[in-house]
C-alpha cells in the first residue's frame, strides 16, 4: 500500500507524455554507450565492465545523462547494465547490488527532470540463460530481472529497455518480467551473428516472435554500425506491427566485417574493444542513419556502444530537432580559415549553377 502510494507520488512528477504516447507522435530518439563512454573517460573497467561508477562518481554518470539530454536524448537510461548478480560478483560487489541498481535510477531521474524526459530501467544479457537446460537457467534469470526490476519500479520509471539480448529465450523471459509490472517493454536483439540468435532464431522471426508476446517496441541494439544494421532492421520493420528500435553502434562494419567483434587492424588484431578508434563513423554518417531510419519507418532511433553526445545531437538535427546543445552546433563559415574557403566555395558553387 505505501509502494503505491509512492508509486502514485513519483508518477505525478514523471513527464506527462509516456513513450508509448511519445512513439504514436513520431519517432523517439534514445542514447546509449554509456559503459563505452565511462570507460573512456577512466571510470569504468574494460573487461569485466561493471558499473562501478553508479556508486563510485554518481556526479560522472550524471554529467553523462546531461550532455545526452542537452544533445537530445528523450531518453534517460537508467545505468544498470550489467548490473546484474553474476556480473557483481565477477568483481566481489554482490553486496551493492541492490544499492547500485536503485541509485542508477535515481541518477538517470534526477537529470530527466532537468528537462522532459522519460526513464527507462534497464536489463540486458545475463550470461547465465543456457538453452540446453533452459527451465533451469530461466528460474534464475527470471529472479535476476525481478529483483533489478523491483527496485527499478520503486525508484521511478517510465519503461523498460531490455536489450543486447543473444537468446531470444532470455528476452521471452525478460518480457514477461516486464509485463508482469504492467510496463511499456522495449526489446532488442544483439546481433553479433550472421543472422540468427544463440538459441537459433532468425533476428526477423525472433522480433516477430516477442511481437506477438505483447513485445511495445522491438529492434537491435550494439554490434552493428549503421551499414549492417539497416537491412535487418528494414526487414524486421516489414515483419511486425509494432514500434521497431535500431541502435547500432557507430563503426564502420561491412560486409565483410558485419558487427564491430569482427572488425580487425591494420595488423590483423581484433578490434573489439580497445582498438576500435580508427573504425568510428563520424558525425555526418550518424546523422545519415537517423535519417535513413526515419525513411524506414523506425520508430525509437538511438546509438549504442561508442555513442557520444555529438553523435547524439547530430541525429536529432538530422530528423529536423533543435536541441539544447544546437545552440553551440558547428557554425563553420565563422572560422577564420576555413570561414573564407567555404565563402569562396559557395561563390563557385552559384557560378557554376547559374552557368
Ligand atoms: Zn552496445
Known amino acids: 500500500m505505501i509502494l503505491d502510494q509512492q508509486k502514485e507520488k513519483d508518477l505525478k512528477s514523471r513527464s506527462t507524455r509516456g513513450i508509448l504516447e511519445r512513439l504514436k507522435n513520431g519517432i523517439v530518439q534514445g542514447a546509449e554507450g554509456y559503459v563505452f563512454e565511462l570507460e573512456r573517460r577512466g571510470y569504468i573497467k574494460a573487461g569485466p565492465y561493471v558499473p562501478e561508477v553508479v556508486l ?31 556480473k557483481l560478483k565477477d568483481v566481489g560487489r554482490e553486496n551493492d547490488l541492490e544499492l547500485m541498481n536503485r541509485q542508477a535510477v535515481r541518477l538517470a531521474n534526477e537529470v530527466a527532470r532537468e528537462g522532459d524526459a522519460l526513464v527507462a530501467g534497464n536489463i540486458c544479457n545475463t550470461w547465465a540463460y543456457d538453452p540446453h537446460s533452459a527451465k533451469e ?16 519500479v520503486e525508484e521511478g520509471i517510465d519503461f523498460v529497455i531490455s536489450e543486447t539480448n543473444d537468446y531470444l529465450g532470455e528476452a521471452l523471459i525478460a518480457l514477461k518480467v516486464i509485463k508482469q509490472l504492467k510496463l511499456p517493454a522495449m526489446l532488442t536483439l544483439a546481433s553479433v551473428q550472421q543472422s540468427l540468435t544463440r538459441d537459433g532464431y532468425d533476428y526477423i522471426e525472433a522480433c516477430k ?14 554490434d552493428r554500425g549503421p551499414e549492417t544494421m539497416l537491412p535487418i532492421i528494414e526487414n524486421i520493420r516489414s515483419a511486425v506491427g509494432c514500434y521497431v528500435a535500431a541502435q547500432p553502434v557507430p563503426y564502420k562494419t561491412n560486409t565483410q ?6 572488425l580487425r587492424t591494420s595488423s590483423g588484431e581484433q578490434a573489439f574493444p580497445l582498438l576500435l578508434e580508427p573504425f568510428l563513423c563520424n558525425r555526418f554518417e550518424m546523422a545519415e542513419f537517423a535519417r535513413k531510419a526515419q525513411i524506414m519507418g523506425v520508430d525509437y532511433v538511438g546509438i549504442c556502444c561508442g555513442g557520444a553526445p555529438h553523435y547524439v545531437r547530430a541525429m536529432a538535427e538530422a530528423l529536423g530537432r533543435t536541441v539544447p546543445a544546437s545552440k553551440y552546433s558547428p557554425a563553420m563559415e565563422l572560422h577564420p580559415v576555413l570561414g573564407a574557403q567555404i565563402e569562396e566555395k559557395h561563390k563557385e558553387f552559384l557560378a557554376d549553377w547559374k552557368r
Not at 537457467?137 to 527499478?152: D, F, G
Request: hydrophobic share 45%.
Open 56 to 86: 563510485d562518481f554518481p556526479e560522472a554518470v550524471k554529467e553523462l545523462h546531461r550532455e545526452f539530454l542537452r544533445a537530445g536524448s528523450e531518453v534517460m537510461v537508467a545505468l544498470t547494465y550489467y548490473a546484474h548478480r553474476e
Open 209 to 222: 516472435i516477442l511481437a506477438d508476446h505483447g513485445a511495445d517496441i522491438v529492434g537491435l541494439n550494439c
Open 257 to 262: 566485417y558485419p558487427t564491430f567483434e569482427l
Open 137 to 152: 537457467s530461466a528460474r534464475i534469470v527470471q529472479a535476476m530481472y525481478e529483483e533489478q526490476l523491483a527496485w527499478a
